[in-house]
C-alpha cells in the first residue's frame, strides 16, 4: 500500500510530526492486516513552490534540507520533491492506494481514497515563523 501526504515541511514541528506519525501507523496497521510491504511517501514541495505559495520570505530552511530532514524521520519511506503549487501531478503519476490530507482539496485528489487528519491545534509554522520575528523587536 502506497500512504501519500504531503507539505512544505519548512520548519518541522509537532503537527508535522504528528501527520507523518499518523500515516507511519496506518502503513503498520495495513501490513499486519495483509502481510505485505506498506510506504509512506512524502511529496514536498521546492523551494520555488513555497515562495509562490508561503510568499518572498518563505522557505526558512532550503530544500535540500527539508528533504534530508522528512527523509531521515523513521516515519518516512519515500520523498519526491514537486515544483508545482499542488502535488497533482506527482499525485498521478504515483498513484497512491491512500492519501492523508490535513484539509480537503478535490482538485487534488479526485479519484483517489482520501483520509483527512486533524491539524494539530496552536503548531503552524507560519504562526511560529510570526512569533520569532515579533520577538525580535
Do not use: W
Not at 1 to 15: A, N, R, Y
Not at 31 to 43: A, T
Amino acid at each position: 500500500m502506497k500512504i501519500f501526504v504531503s507539505g512544505c515541511f519548512d520548519v518541522l514541528h509537532k503537527g508535522h510530526l504528528s501527520l507523518l506519525q499518523y500515516c507511519y501507523d496506518m502503513k503498520r496497521i495495513q501490513e499486519r492486516r495483509v502481510r505485505n510491504l506498506s510506504h509512506v511517501i512524502v511529496g514536498l514541495n521546492s523551494d520555488a513552490s513555497i515562495k509562490r505559495l508561503k510568499g518572498k520570505n518563505r522557505p526558512i530552511i532550503k530544500e535540500a534540507d527539508r528533504e534530508y530532514a522528512v527523509f531521515s524521520l523513521l516515519y518516512v519511506d519515500e520523498v519526491h520533491v514537486f515544483d508545482e503549487d499542488t502535488p497533482r501531478e506527482l499525485i498521478k503519476k504515483i498513484k497512491p492506494d491512500l492519501i492523508v490530507k490535513t484539509k480537503p482539496n478535490p482538485e487534488e485528489t479526485e479519484g483517489f481514497d482520501v483520509k483527512i487528519f486533524p491539524k494539530i491545534k496552536g503548531y503552524s509554522t507560519t504562526k511560529f515563523i510570526n512569533e520569532i520575528l515579533s520577538n525580535r523587536r
